[in-house]
């Protein structure tokens, strides 16, 4: 029993070992969990190549949703910049037709289904005024402007359409005024990186980021159809860090995917991805509640683009649009409202928010004082907005002596807004006057009398800018000269616009002669030798003849009593002549 208890021992620890070391191998064999890294990213559209196959049109959602942001800011707080680029100055660079037309359709629905204010989606295209076109400097003047004006809890929603370009791994986007190269620093010169206008949308400090991206259309200095695929310079360009808070949420929605290029629609003069970007925003991406939500309308253009495309151009081009999202809970994140009521999408219809519009509460004051009777209303209205959009009635009604509205008034108040409102910018003092005429005891009475007398003063000075102008007008195209007329009597010949005149130096006034221009025919340098040096001016006479009127025109020399420098005048007098009656010149 002894010699026993050692060997079962031994077999005990040789059955021990190898059960562990099974364990072990077991473990080592079985993959790994993933684990969710700190920042929160939804990807909507096919994979990168460094994602399986499987993962291709999926959607992953990662961080939790507690911390992922699910409304809108208020309807005052939305900005946004639009660009659309058709037309270029570089002949090597091949015009689009769609680019215009995207940025102005997007504004529209940004207006009137996603609420955003109309002066706050500022458009830069090709078919805008000079001061409104896609330049390199004009959108990057735009953007450092944003700096100041949008505030740091607001949303920035940057979409491009146009032609791109990537040159040493760097993606740029083309200004209408950009010239392309294959040099790395002449582009940066000429066009715009994504790099550089990411860092200008997060200069701006703003916490909401939206960026749609369609600028990979074809080749910009190729063929019309030669592609010009999407790739991942554009990607890392407008990705945002929220990790070290560079933005709170941002959504980088781009036309097509990795590897593909984006096609127009010709039949609607669009890119077909923005085409569906306003469909979905209409009502096309709506639910049951005609709610559209952010996941909806990346879904609704995955859907529509590729299925539209196969339809006109063939199965054989592919685009399908791909979306980067990250802070956002995107299925409940309301970008639009479509259907009736679409256009206060901003305000009532979106979802309601811990905050209120201060706009909308000021409205609100004055709605309920504005019929009121009594001064102190107004008082307390101008004390809690004193710089507020109606401070200027506020102040009229508050004075004791502005008559009260009667309960039937509110009609011809309405009609007196109006009325005021179809002038205030006017020009024409009668507007005012007009206004006072047909309301002698109205709000607007003592401004419209003050822009009445604004109004005569600008015009006296005008008046007497342009009389000051004209007298110095003819005061440089008056001319004198110190002539004889043909009985040897001296004077002064003025040639002014449209007049001569002869004044004796000794008055006398038949030798005063006044000649309008209407009458001279023509004027000559005299040419007989026997006689000084003079002019010869021929005006209309009687019975259709001319007459001849002689001016001696030099003065001086050497005699028995005179010996001085002779002076003439003849061709100068001449040419004053031509100048100031607009006569043709006739060389002999």
């Not at 990790?243 to 097509?256: D, K, L, R």
């Not at 009635?393 to 508050?398: E, G, L, M, V």
């Not at 109004?455 to 005061?475: F, H, M």
Request: net charge positive.
């Amino acid at each position: 029993m002894k010699t026993s208890i050692p060997l079962l021992r031994s077999i005990l620890f040789t059955l021990l070992a190898t059960f562990l070391l099974a364990t072990v191998k077991t473990y080592a064999q079985t993959p790994s969990q993933p684990t969710d890294p700190a920042s929160r990213q939804l990807q909507l559209g096919p994979a990168t190549q460094s994602q399986s196959n499987s993962q291709t049109s999926s959607t992953t959602a990662k961080a939790s949703q507690g911390d992922q942001i699910n409304v809108l800011p208020v309807k005052s707080k939305r900005w946004a910049l639009i660009i659309g680029v058709d037309k270029y100055v570089d002949g090597q660079i091949s015009s689009l037709k769609g680019a215009a037309n995207d940025a102005r359709m997007l504004a529209d629905a940004l207006v009137r289904y996603a609420g955003f204010p109309q002066d706050q989606v500022i458009v830069l295209s090709t078919d805008q005024p000079t001061e409104r076109q896609p330049t390199r400097v004009n959108i990057l003047r735009r953007l450092s402007n944003l700096t100041a004006a949008v505030p740091k809890d607001a949303l920035l929603l940057v979409s491009f359409a146009g032609h791109g370009m990537e040159r040493g791994g760097q993606a740029f986007l083309l200004p209408s005024d950009a010239q392309i190269s294959d040099s790395i620093s002449f582009l940066e010169d000429t066009a715009i990186s994504v790099t550089r206008m990411k860092d200008l949308i997060k200069t701006t400090g703003v916490g909401q980021v939206m960026v749609l991206l369609d600028a990979c259309r074809n080749d910009p200095g190729g063929r019309a159809d030669a592609p010009n695929p999407l790739t991942q310079a554009y990607m890392r360009g407008f990705s945002f860090d929220l990790v070290n808070h560079e933005v709170q949420a941002f959504a980088t929605i781009y036309a097509t995917a990795v590897g593909q290029r984006a096609y127009e629609y010709t039949e609607k003069k669009q890119g077909y991805f923005t085409w569906a970007l306003v469909e979905g925003l209409k009502g096309g991406a709506a639910n049951d509640k005609s709610e559209v939500t952010l996941s909806q309308l990346v879904k609704y253009v995955q859907e529509i683009v590729p299925k539209r495309i196969a339809i006109d151009l063939g199965s054989g081009k592919q685009q399908r649009p791909f979306a980067n999202i990250e802070g956002y809970r995107a299925d409940d994140l309301v970008l639009a409202i479509s259907g009736p009521g679409a256009t206060s999408a901003g305000s009532s219809a979106l979802p309601a928010t811990s905050s209120v519009d201060p706009a909308a509460i000021e409205l609100a004051y004055w709605d309920t004082i504005k019929n009121s009777t009594n001064t102190d209303d107004f008082k307390a209205y101008l004390d809690k907005y004193p710089d507020g959009q109606f401070a200027g009635i506020a102040k009229i009604r508050a004075q004791p002596s502005q008559p009260a509205p009667s309960s039937g008034s509110i009609d011809a108040n309405s009609l007196e807004m109006a009325y005021w409102n179809a002038i205030k910018d006017s020009k024409n003092a009668s507007d005012f006057q007009a206004y006072i005429t047909k309301f002698p005891n109205g709000v607007f009475v003592d401004l419209a009398r003050s822009r009445i007398g604004s109004l005569e003063n600008e015009a006296r000075e005008a008046t007497r800018a342009r009389e000051t102008a004209a007298n110095e007008e003819r005061l440089r195209n008056t001319h004198l000269f110190n002539v004889r007329d043909v009985g040897q009597t001296e004077g002064t010949l003025t040639v002014a616009r449209g007049v001569l005149s002869f004044e004796p130096k000794k008055a006398n006034a038949k030798k005063n002669l006044t000649v309008q221009c209407s009458e001279v025919k023509r004027v000559e340098q005299g040419q007989s030798a026997l006689q000084p040096p003079h002019i010869n001016l021929f005006v209309a006479g009687t019975n259709g003849k001319e007459r001849q009127i002689i001016y001696y025109t030099s003065s001086g020399g050497t005699g028995l009593f005179v010996k001085s420098a002779v002076v003439d005048v003849t061709a100068d007098v001449v040419s004053a002549v031509i100048d100031a009656c607009k006569m043709m010149r006739v060389n002999k």
